[in-house]
Structures are given as C-alpha cells and as structure tokens.
C-alpha cells in the first residue's frame, strides 16, 4: 500500500502542487534576495546542513531535513562534496559554530542549521558571515541574512489525537514529550485537542522527559502509561521516543494480542514498530521539514532568498501530514481525519498553539 498523507491531495488547498508564494509569512519584507547571491548560476548552486545531537540518521528530525537537501540535489544534477551537497554531524553544541565555519570555508550558497539548540551559532556565524545565506528551523534569528523556518505543529498533532481518540480502546491516550519548549507545546496543545474533537471524556496522560536523547525515560515513561492502561501513546521526544517504541515492542513480543500503539512523528517511523510479522507504529506524523528545506533551496536558487523572514509550514503549505497505517487504520476512520485535515486547512479548525495548563 503506498503512503497515503492527509490533507495532501487537496486541491483547493494546494496550487498545482508548489509551495513558491504559499508558505506563511510572519514578518513581511521587500527587501527579497537580502543576503542573497542572485548572480549564482542555478546549476551550481549548492547547500548543505548541520545537524543537532542525535545526527542525521536519526530516524526524525534531522533525517527528514536531510531528505530534503538530498530530494534538491537530485532534481538539480548535484553530486555530494563541495560545490554540491552535504552535511555535518554535531555529537555536541560545542559543534556548532565550527560545523557552520566548516561549510561557509567550504563555500556552500546556503546552510542551514537544523532545530532550535543551533539558534545562537546560526546569529554568531551570520553576523560574522552577512554576504552568506543561512536557514535556521524551529527557531527565530533576526538576522538579513537567515531564513527561519517554522512549522504549525499543532494542526498536524491535532490530526494524529484525533486518530488516537478513534482508535483507542481504553479510552486513556499519552504524549510523551522531551523538553518543555514551544515547539513541543504545540505538539502537546495540538494533540489534545484532536482528542477532545473526538471525545472530551478521554484522558490525555502527558508526560515530559526533559531530553531529546535518552530513550530509556522515553522507556520509562511508555512503561508507566501502558501500565495504567494507555494503550496509544504519541511521542514528540526525538531520540527519547526510541524508547517508547521499545516498550511497546516488548509488550507485543510478550503478549501478540496486546493492544499497543506508538504514534510516530518528524519521519515515517513504520520500520521502528517492527515485532516479528506485527507492527506497533499506528501512524507518524510527518513534518515536512523536507519539504521546507526544498521549497527555500529553491527560492534561494532563482535569486529569491526570503532573508529575514519567518516562513511558517502547516496543513495547507504541505508541512504537516499524517502517513497511512499500513492497514491498522479503518476506511472509515481515515475519512473522518481526511475531514478534519480539510477543515484546518481551510481554517474552519483553529487549533491551539499553547497547552492548557
């Protein structure tokens, strides 16, 4: 079954499929190419990116940043290496600014820093470098120099409550989050509302961890929602959501008719839920950072560098989705968030951006 993405196919939302001139704007600017290299000839026109922590095959975040440079390269003819396309790993923050003097040396057109913790080098290494072009996402940097990329996260969370509150059995659902940051509230925020869509009655156990990698509290916390009688659990932790699906997974291994669910999120996290011929991975939110990253690559390209300027991605711009379940999920239950995923697109839905405390 191929990966079916609510709220994708709507044509009423989305222009004969591109982003150019439909991404969200925060702060307006005239000043387009500010930054810019407009005399760069497209074919040689090159990216790349630094990663946070949890490197690039991290099975989330930065691997789906990483998908998008690679999806550019490949459009575009570019091979890996300089001139061309690439990344860099940081194992720690102390990576940061050398990762990103790494790729300006290299002469890269546009670098990107991928997630919040780079917001600090990304200003650094602008303000020293403001003939270079930089993309920073999940954070702000006012700098000419530095497009910020932003995602509605939680109209894509309000999606994956929805589904949880529609699937479960319990009538008791979890979010296992990392740090409590904005980024994170708005899953959190969004999720809950999705499930109150559906059914107010259900609880929403929330649980923070405090790290984006270590899986054993994302473990931990799996352990004691699944104990109390949980039985979906969303997980918007990075790295520490690895422990979720382990939990999960031992459960199943112990008991094949244990219903058990982890819902994905950043990239398609099917392959994780993996038990023997079963899978516990009930869908996964995707952010699209991949496609940010293409859709800015290519303003950049054709002399239009959004510097400045906060580009934010929800339902209607194609940066938040749902994949399909592989079968877990009814006809009928996926036609009912198809309907939601219109409705917030079309902003008939308001989805809230801050947990209620």
């Known amino acids: 079954m191929s990966k079916r993405k609510f709220g994708l196919a709507m044509s009423l939302v989305l222009a004969a499929g591109t982003l150019l001139g439909a991404c969200g704007t925060d702060k307006a600017k005239d000043n387009e190419g500010t930054g810019s290299k407009e005399s760069v000839e497209k074919d040689n026109f090159s990216i790349a990116m630094i990663t946070d922590t949890n490197g690039v095959d991290d099975k989330s975040f930065n691997q789906s940043a990483w998908k998008g440079i690679q999806d550019y390269a490949e459009e575009n003819n570019l091979e890996r290496g300089d001139g061309g396309y690439d990344y860099l790993e940081s194992t720690g923050d102390a990576d940061f600014e050398p990762n990103l003097n790494r790729l300006v040396r290299r002469d890269f057109d546009l670098v990107y820093g991928i997630g919040f913790l780079l917001k600090d080098a990304i200003e650094t290494i602008a303000d020293q470098q403001p003939d270079k072009m930089f993309g920073l996402v999940d954070e702000v940097a006012d700098r000419p120099n530095v497009v910020n990329i932003m995602f509605k996260e939680q109209e894509g969370a309000f999606l994956a409550g929805a ?131 293409k859709n800015i690559s290519e303003l950049a390209r054709d002399g239009k560098f959004p510097g400045g300027e906060v580009k934010t991605y929800g339902l209607a711009e194609d940066g938040m989705a749902l994949t399909d379940s592989r079968g877990a999920i009814s006809e009928e239950v996926l036609a009912q968030i198809d309907e939601f995923a219109k409705k917030i697109a079309e902003g008939e839905i308001e989805v809230p951006e801050n947990p209620t405390k």
């Open 163 to 293: 589904t949880a509150a529609l699937m479960t059995k319990s009538d008791k659902i979890g979010f296992v989050g990392g740090m409590e940051i904005p980024v994170i509230e708005r899953f959190h925020a969004g999720f809950v509302a999705g499930v109150a869509a559906v059914n107010p009655d259900i609880k929403v156990d929330v649980q923070y961890t405090g790290a984006f990698d270590k899986a054993e509290l994302g473990k931990a916390a799996a352990n004691r929602m699944y104990s109390s009688g949980v039985d979906i659990i969303f997980h918007a932790a990075g790295a520490t959501g690895n422990g979720v699906f382990s939990e999960a997974k031992e459960r199943k291994t112990a008991d094949k008719d244990a219903y058990v669910w982890v819902i994905g999120v950043d990239s398609d996290q099917y392959d994780e839920g993996k038990v023997g011929d079963e899978n516990i991975t009930l869908t996964s939110l995707l952010k699209r950072v991949d496609v940010a990253v």
